[in-house]
C-alpha cells in the first residue's frame, strides 16, 4: 500500500515538473520567442528579414537569441539601420549567424571549440568557470527547448566576422 501511494506520489511530481516544459516544446522558435517577451527588437528583425517560415520549419536549429537589451547596447541607430529594406541583406547575414542547424543543447556546446551558422561562419565556443560563450556573447539562459530546436539566451548580438576580445 505504502509503495502504490509512493509510485503514485512520484508520477504526479513529474506530470507537474514536466507539465512546462511539455507545454513549452508544443511551440516552435518564433512562437516562443514571441511568447517570452524579452525578444521583441529579435522579433521585428526576424520579420523584416522575412525569416519567420524558416525558423517556423521543421527543423531542428539551434538559435543563439540576443535579448531586447543586447540590441539596445548596439551602437545607437544600428537596429534602425538594420531594418531598413536596403539593408536586408546585411540583416538576413546577422541574423543566421545566430542559427546552428541542428539540436545543440548546453550539454554539447559546452563540449564545441566552434559551431558553424546557417550564413556559412563559425563563430567561437568557450566554456569556463561554469559560463558558456559563443563569440563574445555570454549564454544567460540556456536550453529553451521547442518543438523545432533549443533557445540560448544571450546578452550580446553576434556580427559576423567580428573578432572576440578575451
Do not use: C, W
Request: hydrophobic share 50%; charged share 20%; aromatic share 4%.
Amino acid at each position: 500500500m505504502h509503495k502504490t501511494i509512493a509510485l503514485f506520489v512520484a508520477i504526479v511530481l513529474v506530470l507537474v515538473l514536466a507539465a512546462p516544459v511539455m507545454a513549452q516544446s508544443d511551440a516552435d522558435i518564433v512562437d516562443v520567442a514571441v511568447e517570452n517577451g524579452s525578444f521583441t527588437t529579435l522579433v521585428a528583425a526576424v520579420q523584416q528579414a522575412e525569416l519567420v517560415d524558416a525558423l517556423k520549419a521543421e527543423g531542428p536549429y539551434t538559435v543563439f537569441a540576443p535579448t531586447d537589451e543586447a540590441f539596445a547596447a548596439l551602437p545607437a541607430g544600428t537596429v534602425e539601420e538594420l531594418l531598413k529594406p536596403e539593408n536586408k541583406d546585411q540583416l538576413v547575414a546577422i541574423l543566421t549567424y545566430h542559427v546552428v542547424e541542428g539540436n545543440v543543447p548546453s550539454s554539447v556546446a559546452v563540449t564545441l571549440d566552434e559551431a558553424k551558422t546557417l550564413n556559412g561562419q563559425s563563430f567561437e565556443i568557450r566554456y569556463a568557470d561554469e559560463v558558456l560563450m559563443v563569440g563574445d556573447a555570454k549564454v544567460v539562459k540556456a536550453d529553451i527547448e521547442t518543438s523545432n530546436g533549443v533557445i540560448h539566451v544571450i546578452d550580446k548580438v553576434l556580427i559576423p566576422g567580428e573578432k572576440v576580445g578575451r
